[in-house]
């Protein structure tokens, strides 16, 4: 099998809601009447009381509808821009999961009809509880791959990136029992502690010093640092010596403890204190997981470990390529730069108009679905944390377009489409990835991050808007080039858009013939 890449470049989603109206009722009595002037009296307190209980409300929405607007008139300036940057895509999550429901219960107080059949008529298209856990999870891949602190992240400060976007105590508190939720300790720890900074830092909260201490202490506990979970126990007693979990959970620490100094003979020392020191990226270690290559494949995404030397390029050149005088490419040849010597990988330039572009994302959009993998046991099509996009496909017969760009790409590669795979379109949200794998890939201008990169030998290939990267995977004999397992970086800042054309070796017998040896 072969593979194409063509690149271009992404987009937004924006939505809004309304407002509502009130209404209060009294009766009297002719029989009543001389009761009811004091039960009267009495309303017209009550309706007093009710009135500052609606004011407080309407004051309350209105600082709502303020917030919301400014936030929207900015997010909807650049969709694209504004979603592009990964905390924001985070917080529409939660916003959209969590905060409006809050509003809508606070309506719901005296309910209105407008409202809440708006709220019912947009509320099929809201993210649910699997995105907004999915988006935190995606902060965290990003967390990981890049090596950004929690205090970074939580200032809107990414590489590359100057934002005033910032992610609030209540954020770092639900990316935290996000993690915790998962079992996933190390994150838990990493996030709680940035809530509780902030929060000793001044910053008001809903959520209280107690209960961040409460995940915090026992998530540092998991991860075996007994004197500290201590330390942070304590303090959690002494601000609510009532806490029953957590006065059991610090007798039950400094017996352990106890035990850990006694099996190792050695005297405890009551008076040393544990560090209170924040907890830091890299205080602990980060738990190993199932990708054998993942320091390796990190590390090329950050720019890290590429083993571009000066002989290697000095071998690559760039050229024009005219198909071997095809006529279509005879007056207009292709633009054609070597990405790396062995394998061969080559970048085309040009490959996509900005129309063809819009063109392509017109046709997919309303398509775009979680892109699946092939499970290796059963065969069956599903989804998996290892590969996070949505994609369509496209069949050239469909639109013009489609069907000059699959010419075009049979004209420079000179391989027949005619067996090829229909064109597939991918788009990369918040964290977008795919790890190492013997499939193959992407590109497209993004602001940081979304490289492709192959592990073995240490290439790094940048997503470049409007060009296509072509590589074979398969050696000339048919065997599979191993050398080309690669990966999708996760997305940092940007929307990453992709569109890839496999090739199959039917078809190609006259146009690609096979080598003499497994590895011609």
């Known amino acids: 099998m072969r593979k194409c890449l063509l690149s271009f470049a992404s987009w937004a989603l924006l939505f809004c809601c309304c407002s509502w109206i009130t209404q209060a009722e009294v009766f009297t009595s002719i029989g009543q009447m001389t009761d009811l002037l004091y039960t009267e009296k009495e309303l017209v307190q009550s309706l007093r009381e009710y009135i500052k209980a609606e004011e407080s409300k309407l004051a309350a929405v209105k600082s709502w509808a303020t917030k919301l607007d400014a936030l929207t008139r900015t997010s909807t300036a650049d969709p694209e821009g504004y979603l592009g940057h990964p905390v924001n895509a985070y917080k529409l999550m939660k916003r959209l999961n969590t905060e409006w429901s809050e509003l809508e219960s606070l309506v719901l107080q005296n309910p209105s009809d407008g409202f809440i059949s708006n709220m019912s008529t947009h509320r099929q298209y809201f993210p649910d509880e699997e995105d907004k856990t999915g988006a935190a999870r995606a902060l965290m891949r990003l967390q990981d791959t890049y090596q950004l602190d929690s205090e970074a992240f939580s200032k809107g400060k990414l590489p590359g990136v100057h934002s005033n976007v910032i992610l609030t105590v209540d954020d770092c508190f639900d990316m935290g029992k996000t993690a915790y939720n998962d079992a996933d300790y190390y994150h838990a720890v990493l996030w709680m502690q940035q809530a509780l900074k902030q929060l000793d830092d001044g910053e008001e909260a809903v959520i209280s010093k107690v209960e961040i201490l409460d995940y915090l202490s026992y998530s540092v506990y998991q991860m075996e640092d007994l004197p500290r979970a201590i330390e942070l126990t304590r303090r959690l007693v002494a601000i609510d010596p009532s806490h029953q979990r957590a006065g059991g959970n ?271």
């Not at 085309?348 to 290796?376: F, H, Q, W």
């Not at 790094?460 to 990267?469: D, L």
């Open 250 to 520: 610090l007798r039950y620490y400094e017996r352990l403890l106890l035990k850990q100094f006694s099996e190792q003979n050695q005297a405890q020392d009551q008076d040393q204190p544990a560090s209170e020191e924040p907890i830091q990226l890299g205080t602990y270690m980060r738990p190993k997981d199932h990708l054998p290559e993942r320091e390796s494949y990190e590390a090329l995404c950050r720019g890290e470990g590429v083993q571009m030397t000066e002989t290697r390029r000095s071998r690559l050149f760039c050229r024009y390529q005219d198909g071997y005088r095809n006529p279509r490419l005879l007056l207009k040849p292709m633009k054609e730069e070597d990405e790396w010597d062995s394998p061969h990988i080559v970048r085309y330039l040009e490959m996509l108009s900005d129309k063809e572009i819009e063109k392509i994302k017109e046709l997919a959009k309303p398509r775009l679905a979680r892109a699946t993998v092939r499970d290796p046991k059963t065969g069956v099509l599903t989804t998996a944390n290892y590969r996070v996009s949505k994609s369509a496909w496209l069949d050239g017969e469909e639109d013009p377009v489609i069907a000059r760009i699959n010419q075009r790409i049979e004209d420079i590669t000179g391989l027949t489409v005619d067996t090829a795979e229909l064109l597939q379109v991918a788009n990369y949200g918040v964290g977008g990835q795919y790890e190492p794998h013997f499939d193959f890939s992407r590109m497209s201008d993004v602001e940081a991050g979304g490289a492709t990169v192959f592990p073995d030998f240490g290439a790094a290939i940048r997503p470049r808007k409007g060009t296509s990267v072509f590589w074979y995977n398969l050696f000339r004999s048919g065997e599979g080039d191993y050398r080309t397992r690669h990966a999708a970086c996760p997305v940092l800042v940007g929307s990453k858009w992709v569109s890839n054309k496999w090739f199959h070796e039917r078809g190609q017998e006259f146009r690609r013939p096979c080598g003499l040896t497994e590895v011609d």
